[in-house]
């Protein structure tokens, strides 16, 4: 159950973290849409146009890391599994 919850805790961690960079790593908040520059053709203003994309944030990755940070402390709290050793069994035996 530990190793579980720590393999989980840093899949977790490490996929979070390699979405917020491959995605832009913005260190703002997370964005929804992006302005873009753009030029009148006719007048050549220049003028913002908005358009729908998913930026991940620093708020993306602190969440992450936080979701794995819960796993992780969660794994602290649970019992290693008991181990027998070669040589106790072989006494017990006899």
Do not use: Y
Not at 33 to 50: H, M, N, Q, S, Y
Not at 54 to 78: E, I, T
Request: glycine residues 10%; hydrophobic residues 50%; aromatic residues 12%.
């Amino acid at each position: 159950m530990r190793r579980a919850l720590r393999l989980t805790a840093l899949a977790v961690a490490l996929v979070g973290t390699v979405f917020w960079f491959f995605g832009g790593p913005n260190l703002g908040w997370t964005k929804t849409r992006v302005g873009v520059a753009k030029l009148d053709p006719v007048t050549e203003i220049e003028f913002t146009e908005w358009e729908k994309r998913f930026v991940p944030g620093v708020d993306f990755l602190a969440g992450a890391l936080g979701v794995a940070g819960v796993f992780f402390a969660v794994s602290l709290f649970c019992r290693a599994p008991k181990t027998v050793s070669i040589h106790q069994h072989q006494t017990s035996s006899l």
